[in-house]
């Protein structure tokens, strides 16, 4: 719906390939983060070891994937790569910053993404509500984590 306003109907089409490369665009921010941690440490190596994995990770998914589903093959390998740099990455970065993940709810969470990628993509009937439904249940999940973080926003000011 919003891809028929921002954009020209040449490019319509291309709102199908979005859902995947959200996705690819939530575990780039985080490996950029935890990427970060590399650099206060000055281990500029780690961080090259870690984005070979991924760009090769990222090179073998492309030619399984991008055959068999064209251009969201190459959306999901580009997001499966990142989530394999993260997963390198969110080890390693241990030794240097203690960080505590829940990966229950980091798997829980990206699954979800994937469930609301799927309806997205595949148009299931009336998808706008199973979409609806997923985000009030994401918000459900992470509920303490957002008060918290909105009242840490309202206390600055």
Same mark, same amino acid.
């Given at each position: 719906?919003?891809t028929? /306003?921002?954009?020209?109907e040449?490019? %319509?089409?291309?709102?199908? %390939? ?7 665009? &939530? ?5 950029? #983060?935890? =990427?970060? *941690? %590399? ?26 994937? $991008?055959?068999r589903? =064209?251009v969201? =093959? ?7 790569? %990142? #989530?394999?740099? #993260?997963? #390198? ?9 203690r ?6 709810? /980091? ?11 799927l309806?997205?993509?595949?148009e299931?009937?009336?998808? $706008?509500?199973?979409?609806? =439904?997923?985000?009030v249940?994401? $918000? ?5 984590? /957002?008060?918290?973080? /909105?009242?840490? *926003?309202? &206390?600055?000011?």
């Open positions: 719906m919003i028929k /306003l921002l954009v020209s040449a490019f %319509y089409a291309s709102w199908q %390939y979005i859902p995947f490369l959200v996705m690819a665009t &939530v575990f780039t921010c985080i490996v950029n #983060f935890l =990427g970060s *941690i %590399y650099m206060v440490e000055k281990k500029s190596m780690l961080s090259l070891a870690t984005t070979t994995v991924g760009a090769l990770t990222n090179i073998v998914l492309n030619f399984l994937f $991008i055959p589903f =064209g969201n =093959g190459a959306a999901f390998a580009t997001f499966i790569s %990142y #989530f394999v740099v #993260f997963l #390198f990455r969110a080890v390693d970065t241990r030794r240097f910053v960080m505590h993940y829940s990966g229950l709810r /980091l798997a829980v969470n990206t699954v979800l993404l994937l469930i609301q990628s309806v997205m993509i595949f299931f009937p009336n998808w $706008i509500f199973i979409e609806i =439904g997923l985000t249940l994401m $918000i459900l999940l992470n509920a303490k984590e /957002l008060l918290m973080s /909105l009242q840490k *926003i309202w &206390v600055r000011k």
